[in-house]
Each structure stands twice: as C-alpha cells, then as structure tokens.
C-alpha cells in the first residue's frame, strides 16, 4: 500500500512541474481583436516622451499571434507597427517590425498575462542591440505594450514605449 501511495505521490509531483502548455492557445486567443489606445514613446533616451494614439489588430491561432497597426504623434508622424509570434514548448519566438521598417527578432516566455520578451534590434538603438518587449493582458478587455531599453550612459533601465489600449 505505502508503494502504492509513493507512486501516485510522485506522478502528481511530476505532472505539477510539468508547463502548462495547453492554456498558451486559450490565452492567445484572449488576445484577439480591435484595439485603440495611447501612451508614450520615447525614439532616443534623453529625449522627451512624444504622445501617441494607435489602432491595432490582433488574431491569434492555437500556437501563434500576429499583431499589426499603426501609432501617430505629433498630429502629422504616422508609423506602422507589428509583431509576429509563435509558440512552441511555453518559448515564443518571432518578429517585431517598428517604425523604422526594420524587423528585429523577439524570443522570450509567458508569466501570468504578460509574454515577456527579448528583443533583438537590427542596428544598434540607444547604444546597443537588446531590449525588452513586454504584450500584456489587462483585465478583461485591456491590452499593456511596454518597451524598456537600458540607457548606455547610466545604466538605468528607462522605458522607451508604454501603450494601454482597450477594445
């Protein structure tokens, strides 16, 4: 009997660490939509934040997200924006083209509501070639896209685009 109770201990302490990949396709999903929304987006640290407004479309399939839209500021600067993610094993891994045009390859992991990833720029960006990206739920209908870069001069972490939408 102890065996027996020490083997279904020990399958429910396997499946308890096991990831659970099965819920990424629910939570992409959560994800789909319209969203509109703004905030702020620094282009060079030390600079002053510009204000934005933007639109973005969402879909997302089992395993992938595609997102895609525009931000404007400055009533006359316009830029285009998407990221295309998929994933595999709890890892994401993907592309994010800003408003250069340039893409620039993202891979990181889901925490919670938030996929937290890295970003790798195609040319240096404040100094270097690494930041971090950060697409997170809020609530219901709520939509978080934050990017923090470290400023080459101090050290400090500084968040370079901070966006809220809602759909």
Do not use: H
Request: glycine letters at 12%; aromatic letters at 4%; a positive charge.
């Amino acid at each position: 009997m102890k065996i027996k109770a020490l083997a279904v201990l020990f399958s429910v302490g396997l499946l308890a660490t096991q990831p659970a990949y099965a819920d990424e396709g629910a939570f992409l999903s959560s994800l789909k939509g319209t969203w509109a929304g703004k905030g702020t987006v620094i282009t060079r640290i030390g600079t002053p934040p510009i204000n934005v407004s933007c639109t973005l479309n969402s879909n997302a399939g089992s395993s992938s997200l595609n997102m895609s839209g525009t931000c404007r500021g400055l009533l006359v600067v316009r830029r285009a924006i998407a990221a295309d993610l998929s994933e595999k094993g709890g890892r994401y891994s993907g592309a994010y083209t800003g408003p250069s045009g340039r893409p620039s390859a993202l891979s990181g992991t889901r925490k919670g509501n938030a996929i937290n990833l890295t970003v790798r720029w195609n040319r240096d960006i404040n100094g270097d070639r690494v930041a971090a990206m950060t697409i997170e739920k809020v609530g219901a209908n709520g939509l978080r896209l934050r990017t923090t870069d470290k400023d080459g001069r101090t050290g400090k972490t500084v968040v370079t685009s901070d966006i809220q939408l809602v759909r």
